[in-house]
């Protein structure tokens, strides 16, 4: 029997699917990360209480085991967080990937996504994006992750937890540039549902003395596209590489990727000034 992935509401139960409902009632037991949120979700649902296996951040990697045994005794185990889809900022990828490699079939129940709400509501391009999930709260690890989400030049959606929005909107204004377009949104699909649209710089005055309750999702508008370097610009950095000891050809490389401009146009003004 399957395991079945099974999205959940982000905030308003009314978005639990009747697709969703079935498959908590056909399972044999429900992978979840606290027994309490879920068994109120299944008493909304109507669905009778089944095992509850919690399946947490801490648990998931030995909780692995037992939900494969029960997989291979023909058991239909679903997988809920307590909000969206698994898997996704939440448990489950590590379950998933032990499930397809026992061999066993995954199903997945399509539900909200907080991360998509958001992105649409934001008036921000849609086209393309970026899915970064929470930023690592501190380190290199943090300041590489925002240097990349700096330079990415799809729209890019994060997660933060509400007594961290402070200092990570401070950070992007750092890295991104105080006036890159963000919206916060946070209380998806609730009462106090909001999506505050602005830029970086207006964001962090916006956030001072709040305390904003709920996860919160950013979504943050792409980096511009570079702006090609002008003829002063490529030789003013094609002579400092060649005063550097560089040949004209590795002079020209340095200075195409450093500046945005084609590899041919610096390689000839590197000749030129060699001469």
Known sequence: MPLVLVGTPIGNLGDLSPRAIEALSASDAICCE????????????????RPLVVVN??????????????LALGERVAVVTDAGMP??????ERLV????????????????SA?????????????????????PRKGSGRTARLAEVATEPRTTVLYEAPHRLARTLA???AACGAERPVAVARELTKLHEEVWR??????????????????????????????????????????????R???PRDAATAVAVALGVPKRQAYEVAVRLRR
């Open 198 to 243: 602005g830029s970086l710089a207006e964001a962090c005055a916006w956030v001072a003395g709040r305390e904003p309750r709920g996860e919160v999702v950013l979504v943050l508008e792409g980096a511009p596209a570079p702006q090609a370097a002008g003829p002063e610009a490529v030789e003013a950095a094609v002579q400092d590489r060649l005063a």
């Open 171 to 173: 950070d992007l204004a």
């Open 115 to 135: 991360a998509v709400t958001a992105l649409v509501a934001s008036g921000l391009p849609t086209g393309r994006f970026a899915f970064e999930g929470f930023l």
């Open 34 to 49: 606290d027994t309490r949120r879920t068994g109120r979700l299944l008493q909304h649902a109507g669905v009778a209480r």
């Open 245 to 247: 000891g560089d040949s």
């Open 87 to 92: 898997g996704i900022s939440d448990p489950g």
């Open 57 to 70: 951040d801490h648990t998931e990697l030995a909780a692995i085991e037992g939900v494969l045994e029960r």
């Open 97 to 112: 990937r032990a499930a397809v490699e026992a061999g066993h079939v995954v199903e997945v129940v399509p539900g909200p």
